[in-house]
């Protein structure tokens, strides 16, 4: 598959972004899309994930209850809505797919053959 990012920009803390990630070839169908971020100086971490086929998703712990990530499944889209965000939140955004992982795994980078481009997200205080 082939991912195309994008939604991030620049917000004040307390303010909501939509990214968004689509497949420009292939289907999501069978595997998990993920969303990472990377602060400058700092490694990729994993930030929200889904399940394409059942819907089931999971968080790191400092984002649940303040993002949401969900998937439409005519439109080949997987999004992440981010509410209440933070200074800390500030990074460039990455969705990650991949069919072939297994549970113990979805957290990690190194899981992850298919790669969006970058989206920036800077929110101010």
């Known amino acids: 598959v082939q991912l195309q990012a994008c939604g991030g920009g620049f917000v004040q803390a307390g303010g909501s972004l939509r990214l968004s990630c689509a497949t420009s070839?292939?289907?999501?169908?069978?595997?998990?899309v993920s969303w990472f971020r990377q602060a400058p100086g700092k490694e990729r971490e994993f930030v929200a994930g889904i399940k394409w086929n059942g819907g089931h998703t999971f968080y790191k712990d400092s984002v649940r209850g303040r993002f949401t990530i969900s998937r439409d499944i005519v439109q080949n889209t997987n999004y992440l809505q981010m509410d209440s965000l933070q200074p800390e939140d500030t990074a460039a955004y990455y969705c990650a797919a991949e069919s072939r992982i297994i549970t113990s795994t979805t957290r990690a980078p190194s899981a992850y053959n298919y790669w969006g481009q970058g989206t920036l997200v800077t929110v101010s205080s």
């Open positions: 070839r292939g289907t999501f169908r069978c595997y998990v």
